[in-house]
């Protein structure tokens, strides 16, 4: 058999990777954490349903991952990232979640995180000409 590599967007070559890497997974964690898995969306809007901000992240085995977290600049400065990110700590503790994670770069948020009590487990340098920032909260 003759395999190449293609790059393309194929929607079901996609699902086919992403469903036999969680397999794979699933067969080396603890079956307490198996099936651990949520999308987590919070979005700050006004009373129109206007969207000017949100954190997107997922619960996956016993972490929340921040994704995205963003705020428009008007409402920046305002506490919203810190009720943002309050809200999902609490979802993650309501879930038995053990930490978050997140990163940043060094224009970003890198400040904000900090004194929301996460902490830099790890750094790549030159990432876009800036620092990348890894950081974890554990959840008491």
């Known amino acids: 058999m003759d395999l190449h590599i293609t790059n393309e967007t194929n929607d079901a070559a996609k699902s086919y990777v ?3 890497m969680i397999e794979y ?9 198996k099936g651990r898995y949520q999308i987590v969306n919070l979005y700050l809007q006004d009373t129109y349903g ?3 901000g949100g954190l997107v992240g997922e619960i996956c085995w016993n972490w929340l991952e921040v994704q995205y977290l963003f705020v428009d600049d008007a409402y920046r400065k305002l506490g919203y990232g ?4 309050s809200e999902a700590e609490q979802i993650a503790k309501d879930k038995n979640c053990d930490f978050m994670k997140l990163d940043t770069l ?6 904000f995180y900090k004194e929301q009590g996460f902490e830099v487990f790890g750094t790549i340098q030159n990432a876009g000409r800036h620092t990348h920032y890894y ?6």
Not at 82 to 85: D, S, Y
Not at 106 to 111: I, R, T, Y
Not at 135 to 140: F, V
């Open 50 to 52: 206007n969207i000017f």
């Open 135 to 140: 950081l974890k909260k554990d959840i008491l």
């Open 25 to 33: 997974n699933l067969r080396h964690f603890p079956d307490d954490l």
């Open 18 to 20: 992403v469903n036999k």
């Open 106 to 111: 060094s224009f970003q948020a890198l400040d």
């Open 82 to 85: 810190k009720k943002l990110l």
